[in-house]
């Protein structure tokens, strides 16, 4: 989608600190982060979100995911971190290009605010 902020980060014509790139999936750090590791993985097909996702992304979300888990693992936050998906904007989605953010690095508390 020509205009998604996030479809220009993984086009390189905005600039990102990237962490991670597969066939499918992409990841760079994120400008405002909330925690030592706040990483924004997202799939390199565009879909707003989760509530317009379908049944054909089923694979694209859990590849989010596992490509979450695997830099936790490379940055050794695996004994607590969390994968968070805002979905609309009354939950804060404020980038209608799905995304998981993956943060950890401290304790986190529990509910979130
Ligand atoms: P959300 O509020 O769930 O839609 O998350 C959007 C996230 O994108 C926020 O955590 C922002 O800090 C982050 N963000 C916005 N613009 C950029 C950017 N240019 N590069 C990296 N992260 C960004
Ligand atoms: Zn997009």
Redesign the pocket.
């Known amino acids: 989608m020509p205009d998604c902020?996030?479809c220009r980060?993984m086009r390189g014509e905005?600039?990102?600190?990237k962490i991670y790139e597969d066939e499918h999936t992409f990841a760079?750090?994120?400008?405002?982060?909330?925690g030592p590791t706040?990483v924004?993985i997202i799939p390199k097909k565009h879909i707003a979100?989760l509530k317009e996702a379908t049944a054909d992304d089923t694979e694209l979300i859990g590849r989010c995911h596992l490509t979450a888990a695997r830099i936790a693992k490379e940055r050794s936050i695996e004994d607590g971190y969390r994968t968070?998906?805002?979905v609309g904007p009354r939950?804060?989605?404020?980038?209608?290009h799905l995304?998981v953010?993956l943060i950890g690095g401290r304790t986190l508390h529990w509910p979130p605010g």
């Open positions: 902020l996030f980060i905005v600039p990102s600190k760079f750090e994120d400008i405002n982060p909330q706040h924004l979100g968070v998906l805002n939950a804060g989605q404020s980038v209608f995304h953010h």
